[in-house]
């Protein structure tokens, strides 16, 4: 967690992150860097470590739009059915309601920031890591209530060595 600063600033050293530790998402260490209470909702911001072959289950937003921006290694994002390499410097932004999943198809760690409109997937975050295994994915009827909390849907899973471009 940040030390405390001036009303409507939030800073952060490397490393740090806004939630109580970095979050295990999908198998991906993720920081908060921007939190939806520290912007009046507007939006959250995400630092994702994404390890290889590690990547979420193809799923859809009907709450937020959401941007991603590859730091380091490459990602293959699916969107709508249509497969696109992305390498760092490269990014993706996505609509509510376009249905999408990325993975790590290297032999190395991809690092990418998220940001998303409004916020509210940072909770979201934090609760999908409080019921999720390490390196894995929480029971699927767990997900599903997850989901259904917070505006999602889970539509398959991530995608696999056979997606392989």
């Given amino acids: 967690m940040s030390t405390a600063h001036p009303a409507g600033a939030v800073v952060l050293a490397a490393g740090e992150t806004r939630s109580a530790a970095p979050l295990n998402i999908v198998g991906e260490t993720t920081h ?8 009046g909702g507007q939006f959250a911001s995400f ?18 739009d959401e941007w991603f921006y590859v730091l380091d290694g490459e990602l293959v994002f699916e969107l709508e059915g249509d497969r696109r390499t992305v390498r760092a410097g490269g990014s993706v932004f996505l609509r509510r309601g376009v249905t999408h999943r990325y993975q790590n198809f290297t032999d190395r760690e991809a690092r990418l920031l998220i940001t998303t409109t409004p916020a509210g997937l940072d909770r979201f975050f934090e609760a999908m890591d409080a019921m999720t295994p390490p390196g894995g994915l929480p029971a699927m009827d767990q997900l599903m209530a997850l989901d259904a909390e917070f505006g999602l849907t889970t539509l398959g899973p991530p995608m696999g060595p056979g997606d392989r471009p």
């Fill in 32 to 39: 908060v860097l921007v939190a939806g209470d520290d912007s």
């Fill in 47 to 64: 630092h994702l470590g994404a390890p290889p072959m590690s990547g979420p289950p193809l799923h859809v937003h009907s709450r937020e």
